[in-house]
C-alpha cells in the first residue's frame, strides 16, 4: 500500500522508508551516528526528495530518532556529560550558520563537497591504520606471552575543550548545510585525532545531533515562514515521522548492542561509515556538482 507524501512528493509504502532507518540506524548507533547521512542518498537516489527540504527533513528524523540511543547511553550511565555538553554548545552556533548558507549559497557546493570529502577520507584511513596497528601490536604482545586488554577499564578522561568547540562549530556548518546531525564527522576526529575511546564518545555525539538538529529544523522552518528563497525548505513531517519512528527503535537497540561489541569492532564500522561517507561526497562533486 503506498502512501503519498506531501511536501517531498513521494509516494512509497511506507514501510519501506521505516525499515531502511532502522536498519541505517542500529547498524551506526554504536559508533556514535545516527544513521542520517546514509538516508539523504536514499532520499535523494531513490524517493527523488531533492532540494533543501531534503536537509531539513533529514534533520527531523535526528531529532525523532536519536533519543532512542541517547536513553539507553543515560540509563546504562555511559553518557559523558561533559563531553557532550561542549559538542553541543558547539555545534548550535554553526547549524544556524549552515543553514543559511544552505539555502542562500551552498545549492552546487561542489569545492565545499570536495573538502568535506577529503577531511573524511583522511579520518577515515587514519583510523583504519590505527585499527591494523594495534591489531599488529596485539600480536606481537600475545606471541611473546602478554596479553593486552582491548577495553581497559573506564577512566575519568580529560579533553581540549577548546579543540572541541572549535570542532564542533565547524561540524554544526556543516551539518545545517548537508542536513546531517555531524557525528559521522566529529565522531572520527575525536577518537583518531584526539585519542579519545569510542564508547565515551558515542553518546556525547549522539547529544550532540540531537540538539543540532533540534535547531536545524527549527531555523530551516524560520526561514520557511520569513524568507522567499524559491523553493521548499520546510521538512516533510510524515516522510520525517516515518523515517524518525524507524530510526527511534534502531539506535536504541544499537546503543544496547554497544556494550558487547568490541572496540575494535565498533572502530572499524566508524571508519567503513566515514569513508564511505567521504566516497559519496566526493562522487557526487566530480560527477554530479555544478
Known amino acids: 500500500m503506498s502512501v503519498h507524501f506531501p511536501v517531498s512528493g513521494v509516494e512509497i509504502n511506507p514501510l519501506i522508508p521505516l525499515l531502511v ?17 546514509l538516508l539523504l542518498p536514499f532520499q535523494v537516489s531513490v524517493l527523488g526528495f531533492t532540494g533543501p527540504a531534503a536537509s531539513s527533513t533529514n534533520l527531523l528524523y535526528n531529532v525523532g530518532a536519536t533519543p532512542g540511543g541517547i536513553y539507553r547511553y543515560i540509563r546504562e550511565g555511559r553518557m559523558v556529560w561533559p563531553l557532550a555538553w561542549t559538542v553541543m554548545l558547539g555545534t548550535l552556533p554553526g547549524v544556524f550558520a549552515g543553514a543559511v548558507l544552505r539555502v542562500s549559497y551552498l545549492s552546487g557546493a561542489q569545492a565545499f563537497e570536495v573538502f568535506v570529502g577529503a577531511v573524511l577520507l583522511y579520518l577515515g584511513t587514519s583510523l583504519l591504520y ?5 591489531a599488529t601490536r596485539r600480536d606481537g604482545s600475545v606471541k611473546h606471552g602478554r596479553r593486552e586488554t582491548e577495553n581497559p577499564p573506564d577512566t575519568p578522561f580529560v579533553f581540549n575543550k577548546p579543540v572541541v568547540l572549535l570542532l564542533s562549530l565547524a561540524v554544526g556548518i556543516v551539518g545545517g548545510v548537508y542536513g546531517v546531525g555531524g557525528a ?9 585525532v584526539l585519542g579519545m575511546p569510542i564508547r565515551a564518545v558515542a553518546g556525547a555525539t ?37 523515517l524518525a519512528a524507524g530510526g527511534l527503535a534502531g539506535t536504541y537497540v544499537g546503543a544496547r548492542a554497544q556494550k558487547f561489541l568490541p572496540e575494535s569492532l565498533i572502530k572499524a564500522l566508524l571508519a567503513t561509515l566515514v569513508l564511505s561517507l567521504a566516497g559519496s561526497y566526493l562522487f557526487g562533486a566530480f560527477f554530479y556538482g555544478g
Open 21 to 37: 532507518a532502522f536498519v541505517a540506524a542500529s547498524v551506526t548507533a554504536p559508533a556514535g551516528v545516527s544513521g542520517a547521512f
Open 130 to 134: 590505527e585499527i591494523v596497528r594495534r
Open 184 to 192: 559521522a564527522m566529529i565522531a572520527p576526529f575525536l577518537v583518531t
Open 206 to 242: 549522539l547529544m550532540g545531533t540531537l540538539a543540532t538538529s533540534m535547531a536545524g529544523v527549527a531555523f530551516f522552518q524560520i526561514l520557511a515562514a520569513g524568507l522567499d528563497t524559491g523553493s521548499t525548505v520546510e521538512p516533510d513531517y510524515l516522510l520525517g515521522g516515518v
